[in-house]
Structure formats: C-alpha cells, structure tokens
C-alpha cells in the first residue's frame, strides 16, 4: 500500500533553478561575446549590490516566517501550515520573488545582457515546475484556506 506524498512533489531545488539559467546565460554571454551593459563600474556594482541585499534580505525575511510558524521552507517537506502575514500579504512568493530580484543583483554584478536575459524562461521553468506544484500541493493540504488566500494576494506582485 502506497501512502500519499505530504509534499509539492518539487524534483530540483528552486535556487540550483535560478543558479542555473543565471550560470547558462551568463556562459552563453561569454561564448557569443556579448556587449557590456553600458554602465560604469560604481553605477554597476551599486545596483548590483542594492539589488543583491535587498534580494537576499526578502528571502531571510520571508523564510523566517516559515520558521516562526514552524513549518519547512523546502518545498520537498511537508506544509504543517499557511504563512500569510509580512511579505506573504503582497505575494505569494516572496522568497522567489527575492531569488529574482538577487538574480538581477548578480546578472548586472556580471555585467552580462545574456544572463539578464534568461531570467524570463528561468521564471518560465519556476512558474511551471515549482510554483503551479506548490500551489496544486498547498490547496490539497489547507483547502479554502489556501484558495481564499490566493484570491486576495497576487502570485508576484
């Protein structure tokens, strides 16, 4: 007898996602010898590094409230509960939405257009195979809880 599985069902870990397409893009940048993005190097690193903190300081304060609630920030463990409050009030994803915006961060930090560039089908990839099992996952688990929330709060922003 199989037991139902108590999880998204997530099969690769969203940052190796994000990683990835940045690293892709940014190969195939270097392979095609891709143009700068025009900025000088203070203008770059500032928007780089303004970009990276706020990014990473979204994810921090997004998975810190998973841990409050004592449930499992990793979408292959299971949901004991439905976070709401802090950024999860203006999007559903804050923490993907902070790996985004650290993407960004790192993209320009690279100076590289190409890697830019594959953050769109990087998001693809998450809204198809992370974010859509998340969600299917999430209804299963807390049901008009769950369908309420999404009604009233944006997936992105």
């Known amino acids: ?3 139902p599985r108590d999880h998204a069902g997530i099969v690769v870990p969203p940052p190796l996602i994000y990683l990835g397409f940045l690293f892709a893009g940014w190969g195939v940048g270097v392979w095609v010898g891709e143009p700068s993005l025009g900025l000088t190097d203070l203008m770059r690193r500032s928007i780089a590094l303004g970009l990276l903190v706020l990014g990473l300081v979204l994810e921090g304060w997004a998975a810190g409230l998973f841990k409050r609630a ?7 463990k299971p949901s004991t509960a439905l976070v709401t409050t802090g950024p999860y009030r203006l999007t559903r994803n804050p923490i993907y939405l902070g790996y985004t ?7 320009v930090g690279l100076d590289s257009p190409m890697a830019l560039a594959f953050v769109l089908p990087c998001l693809i990839v998450m809204e198809r195979f992370v974010i859509m099992r998340e969600e299917a996952y999430l209804e299963t688990r807390f049901g008009s809880a769950y369908r309420a929330y999404r009604g009233t709060v944006r997936r992105w922003l």
């Open 101 to 107: 915006i650290t993407y960004v961060g790192l993209g």
């Open 1 to 3: 007898m199989t037991t």
């Open 70 to 76: 004592r449930t499992d920030v990793l979408p292959w």
